[in-house]
Antibody, heavy 120, light 108 residues
Framework: QLQLQESGPGLVKPSETLSLTCTVS??????????WGWIRQPPGKGLEWIGS???????YYNPSLKSRVTISLDTPKNQFSLKLSSVIAADTAIYYC????????????WGQGILVTVSS | EIVLTQSPGTLSLSPGERATLSCRAS???????VAWYQQKPGQAPRLLVY???NRATGIPDRFSGSGSGTDFTLTISRLEPEDFAVYFC?????????FGQGTKVEIK
């Protein structure tokens, strides 16, 4: 069974870049067919998909965030990461990493989430 | 982008009662690729149902999903104390993946 764990700073200043890492255990991020995604949830609100990366490295993003998002893989460390540039207060949210077992798949395993606050 | 609208916003029921949650899509969801998740305070969402009607591993059979096209339903046949939570639907038939705004099932 996969386990995912987010890590990174809990506080980011406006206009700076938010950087988070998701460490995967119980399986390899190089597993054929698997996608690795990021979802966020502003406090007390709903869920928003940010983007996903395929095990081969190809990516697809939510158009609403595409211009500011980069998702990448670190295969030797069995990790994948999220960078969100030029953050504003509205980017304050709990950020979750999750797995999808194919290109048309639900999110089957989730990390516990990390709260990132954008504030000076 | 497919917009998912969940109703009702809040459902007030007693343990043992039946819960019926609705998720309506703004356009037809390809291959009925709809999932349902349960979220409790301070926890990540947990997958309950995928492909509109398939229970995820380890999910009790009191949870069932149904529907097709634009209308989907999650039914909890008899509410247990641990079922009081927020439930989200999600479509993954097209990009971007989108979620409904959630239905809160609270104790009456």
């Amino acid at each position: 069974q996969l386990q995912l764990q987010e890590s990174g700073p809990g506080l980011v200043k406006p206009s700076e870049t938010l950087s988070l890492t998701c460490t995967v255990s119980g399986g390899s991020i190089s597993s054929s067919g698997y996608y690795w995604g990021w979802i966020r949830q502003p406090p007390g609100k709903g869920l928003e998909w940010i983007g996903s990366i395929y095990y081969s490295g190809s990516m697809y993003y939510n158009p609403s965030l595409k211009s500011r998002v980069t998702i990448s893989l670190d295969t030797p460390k069995n990790q994948f990461s999220l960078k969100l540039s030029s953050v504003i207060a509205a980017d304050t949210a709990i950020y979750y990493c999750a797995s999808e077992y194919s290109s048309s798949s639900e999110f089957d395993y989730w990390g516990q989430g990390i709260l990132v606050t954008v504030s000076s | 982008e497919i917009v998912l609208t969940q109703s009702p916003g809040t459902l007030s029921l007693s343990p043992g009662e039946r819960a019926t949650l609705s998720c309506r899509a703004s356009q037809s969801v390809s291959s009925n690729y709809v999932a349902w998740y349960q979220q409790k305070p301070g926890q990540a969402p947990r997958l309950l149902v995928y492909g509109a009607s398939n229970r995820a591993t380890g999910i009790p059979d009191r949870f069932s999903g149904s529907g097709s096209g634009t209308d989907f339903t999650l039914t909890i046949s008899r509410l247990e104390p641990e079922d009081f939570a927020v439930y989200f639907c999600q479509q993954y038939g097209s990009s971007p993946r989108t979620f409904g705004q959630g239905t809160k099932v609270e104790i009456k």
